[in-house]
């Protein structure tokens, strides 16, 4: 949707006015950005940045209750079908791992293709981010998890930690690999919004800019 209008006419007004909204009993997942500033060719990339480094409320560390660790819980909520109980890791991986083939089952053919490493990235960033706050481990594959979503580069040690399919070449840097790829990872995120059973509004202001 793309609202339109001269200088000084309320856009900005009427687009905080939904971020209210939204964030009233979090109604939606709101992602705002203001002016974003990007050479064309670095637009995507920059864009998953902005919006990652919002979900994780900007933190390089300790993501409990950061958006992106609540979207990825409510998605093993969905997994366990909300039965509360205590679930293994292995288990919850399982149930997991149901979910997404029950998602691409549920689309129509090459409609949206599921990136399983996305997918599974997503779930190592929980279960570290978890383990870290019951003080079991230090938190480092959250925060590589973190970097990588956001399109950042790990060296090849770094993605031996997050489990990260190897490079051709051994010393070679790995990232997200084009912008079909970058495109996964927002597509990754408002499906974790569904599952929560809210929208996922991703809000430009300013974007004649």
């Known amino acids: 949707a793309v609202l339109w209008g001269e200088a000084g006419i309320g856009k900005s007004h009427l687009l905080s006015r939904l971020g209210r909204w939204a964030n009233h009993d979090s109604q939606a997942c709101f992602v705002y950005l203001h ?25 390089q560390r300790h993501f409990i209750g950061t958006p992106l660790f609540e979207l990825v819980h409510a998605s093993l909520l969905d997994a366990v079908r909300h039965q509360m109980g205590q679930y293994s890791w292995p288990q919850l ?23 399983r490493t996305v ?39 770094e993605a031996r ?11 070679e840097a790995i990232a997200l690999i084009d912008n079909q790829q970058i495109k996964q990872v927002l597509v990754a995120l408002t499906r974790l919004a569904a599952s929560k059973q809210r929208p996922f509004l991703l809000v430009f202001d300013q974007v004649d800019n």
């Open 93 to 115: 991986a399982g149930a997991y791992a149901r979910l997404i083939e029950d998602i691409a089952g549920r689309d129509l053919p090459g409609a949206t293709l599921i990136d």
């Open 161 to 171: 930690t997050l489990e990260l399919p190897p490079a051709q070449r051994t010393d």
């Open 35 to 59: 002016n974003l500033q990007a050479a064309p060719e670095h637009l995507p990339r920059s864009l998953l940045h902005a919006v990652v480094s919002i979900l994780t409320l900007g933190r």
């Open 119 to 157: 997918w599974d990235v997503l779930f190592r960033f929980f279960r570290s981010a978890y383990r870290t706050h019951q003080g079991k481990e230090d938190g480092i594959v959250a925060a590589l998890a973190v970097r990588w979503l956001a399109g950042q580069a790990l060296d090849p040690e």
